[in-house]
């Protein structure tokens, strides 16, 4: 890459985008996997009533809603990678 390079890297931005996607999948899946222990935890009471309503009323769906928006940042990414090649050929 030029030191008069403007614009983007844009192989590296597809990978930069691309992995985003990934990461994303991997925050999805880790709270889907703990939502399943949760599930399974041998626990009653109003503390684990309470616990759960924080888990599945606030904290997974912004878990959640992070790994979307990581996701979508991602193709937002490779999208102007694209932009860029076009523009640059």
């Known amino acids: 890459m030029s030191a008069n390079m403007q614009g983007m890297d844009t192989e590296h931005g597809r990978e930069v985008g691309q992995s985003m996607g990934s990461q994303a ?3 999805s899946g880790m709270v889907a ?3 399943a222990m949760i ?3 041998n626990w009653q009471g109003s503390d ?8 599945h009323g606030s904290f997974a769906p912004q878990a959640n809603n992070a790994a979307e928006t990581l996701e979508q940042q991602g193709r937002i990414l ?3 990678a694209d932009r860029q090649d076009a523009v640059s050929s």
């Open 33 to 35: 996997g703990i939502s």
């Open 25 to 27: 999948g991997q925050v």
């Open 78 to 80: 490779c999208v102007h």
């Open 48 to 55: 684990r009533q309470h616990f759960e309503s924080d888990w």
């Open 39 to 41: 599930q399974g935890l």
